[in-house]
């Protein structure tokens, strides 16, 4: 049993983004290679969801005592909530937008998210897909804005080690 | 500058005008006997009380903290005879919060107590800021 702790910071959980314009779908990792001057590393995370439904489809007949059932696409997303930071929310890291011009313009993304970090050998996943669901938020009792986003995924998702 | 300084820059100009007038002595006690209660309509402010805490956790080490400051602030003044423009002085000192910039939370709570022949107004100033 090891469990997979983020509370150091050679642990830290880490999203990456890459949405340089580029068509990485038949290699994903390409997007990532070390020294990418177009990956965005987003901070302040506040809480990570990845959501991995494969669909299904039940059905009853007459011959067996309970239901049978196939499966369907799965629906892929990773959600996250943030302390907005103005350098990426609103700023380039080299040829991949601000990330309110990813939503805004529906921008294709590359995402790696790190379990424990993006370090050589740690697990990541990763995919491709749309930014969506950005509702930045602000109030008088909670003055610093944060923000929902969440990863619409494109396909599957790919895991494996950071090279 | 701390917000005491900035409280008492404030409230030197607005009650200059009045019967209290503003002591840049911090409200400690002689003989057994707080200056505020020696010194009547005369008003004290005690020294910024700093407590820092966290708004925002994140995963990354780049958490948001608040800082909260509290400030209290004494007035005595004779019960038979108040100043007849008690309430103008009252309502400046609590309006004194508003000359603190850059904090989201600006509040100032006044409780009044009766002791003997005084009134005693304990002035709880509390600010909120990132």
């Known amino acids: ?25 038949s290699n994903v990792s390409a997007a990532f290679v070390a020294g990418n001057a177009n990956v965005m590393t987003v901070p302040a995370l506040q ?12 059905w009853q007949q007459l011959d067996t005592g309970s239901e049978k059932i196939v499966t369907t696409p799965a629906t892929n997303s990773v959600a996250v909530t943030l302390v907005m930071d103005d350098t990426t929310f609103f700023g380039n890291v080299g040829s991949t937008p601000a990330l309110v011009d990813i939503v805004n313009n529906k921008t294709k993304c590359y995402f790696r998210l790190g379990w424990q970090g993006l370090s050589s050998g740690d697990r990541y996943i990763q995919g491709a ?9 602000v109030s008088p009792g909670s003055p610093v804005w944060t923000t929902p986003i969440t990863i619409e995924v494109d396909g599957e998702f790919t895991r494996g080690n950071v090279a | 500058m701390a917000i005491r300084d900035t409280l008492l820059a404030n409230l030197t100009t607005s009650l200059s005008s009045t019967n209290v007038s503003v002591s840049s002595e911090l409200p400690f006690t002689a003989a057994g006997v707080p200056l505020y209660e020696k010194n009547m309509k005369k008003f004290y402010l005690d020294v910024d009380n700093t407590d820092t805490r966290e708004m925002f956790l994140t995963l990354d080490d780049n958490d948001v903290f608040e800082r909260e400051i509290t400030l209290t602030g004494y007035l005595t003044v004779d019960a038979k005879n108040q100043p007849s423009d008690i309430d103008t002085a009252v309502n400046a000192v609590i309006n004194s919060r508003l000359s603190v910039a850059d904090c989201f939370t600006r509040e100032c709570a006044v409780t009044d107590e009766i002791l003997d022949d005084r009134i005693n107004y304990t002035f709880e100033f509390r600010f909120l800021t990132i």
């Open chain 1, 1 to 25: 049993m090891a469990y997979i702790a983020v509370n150091t910071s050679g642990n830290f959980v880490a999203l990456k983004i890459n949405a340089d314009g580029v068509d990485y779908d």
């Open chain 1, 47 to 58: 809480e990570v969801t990845l959501n991995a439904s494969p669909g299904t489809f039940r």
């Open chain 1, 129 to 137: 897909g749309y930014l969506t669901a950005l509702a930045p938020t």
